[in-house]
T-cell receptor, first 113, second 116 residues
Framework: DARVTQTPRHKVTEMGQEVTMRCQPI?????VFWYRQTMMQGLELLAY????????DSGMPKDRFSAEMPDATLATLKIQPSEPRDSAVYFC???????????FGPGTRLLVL | DAKTTQPNSMESNEEEPVHLPCNHS???????IHWYRQLPSQGPEYVIH???SNVNNRMASLAIAEDRKSSTLILHRATLRDAAVYYC?????????????????FGSGTQLTVLP
């Protein structure tokens, strides 16, 4: 049963520290999305990749967030330096163009103290 | 972007059908209607999608109004495991070569409570 995996599942860190979240998309999928979910804002898109190329990262704070896909099996989202307002659940999703369905991972729950 | 309107919450009894409504009066002709749900402490999960005709799959049915300004997600027999937030999302059909984001724009959804 193919699934999107994310690590770590939980992360507690102190303000100013670097945070790296990893996502393994479903094998063969050619799109990857990063979303962030908070109680106040709900689910928001941070970044979108197609065939490993970043196509849209307009939802991401550029000064501290970065997203990459070193290879087709790994997507990373980094926050440096982290701030308390970054506390949220971060979801990765993958899909296959031109199909429309997105498959979400279990999320990384981040708490920045 | 075309928006959707859903009730904040609904309740259903176990093993009874549930009809979750969604209004999308500004839908365009190329907008697909997607439904996702999010169970507690999990990522969103695809449920069903359609364009004009009613759709059925193993999870649910989607009934689309003739004018496409509203739709209804139907769970034929609700179980306790169906308790979740259900999101109705409009997504335009775009070409494969389009570079624009293919994100899902989530609203606040409908919190479904299933009573035993």
């Amino acid at each position: 049963d193919a699934r999107v995996t994310q690590t770590p599942r939980h992360k507690v860190t102190e303000m100013g520290q670097e945070v790296t979240m990893r996502c393994q998309p479903i094998l063969g999928h050619n799109t990857v999305f990063w979303y962030r979910q908070t109680m106040m804002q709900g689910l928001e898109l941070l970044a979108y990749f197609r065939n490993r190329a970043p196509l849209d990262d307009s939802g991401m704070p550029k000064d501290r967030f970065s997203a990459e896909m070193p290879d087709a099996t790994l997507a990373t989202l980094k926050i440096q330096p982290s701030e308390p307002r970054d506390s949220a659940v971060y979801f990765c999703a993958s899909g296959l163009v031109p199909e429309e369905t997105q498959y979400f991972g279990p999320g990384t729950r981040l708490l920045v103290l | 972007d075309a928006k959707t309107t859903q009730p904040n919450s609904m309740e259903s009894n176990e093993e009874e059908p549930v009809h979750l409504p969604c209004n999308h009066s500004t839908i365009s002709g190329t907008d697909y209607i997607h439904w996702y749900r999010q169970l507690p402490s999990q990522g969103p999960e695809y449920v069903i999608h359609g364009l004009t005709s009613n759709v059925n799959n193993r999870m649910a049915s989607l009934a689309i109004a003739e004018d496409r300004k509203s739709s209804t997600l139907i769970l034929h027999r609700a179980t306790l495991r169906d308790a979740a937030v259900y999101y109705c999302i409009l997504r335009p059909l775009e070409g494969i070569s389009s570079g624009s984001a293919r994100q899902l724009t989530f609203g606040s959804g409908t919190q479904l409570t299933v009573l035993p």
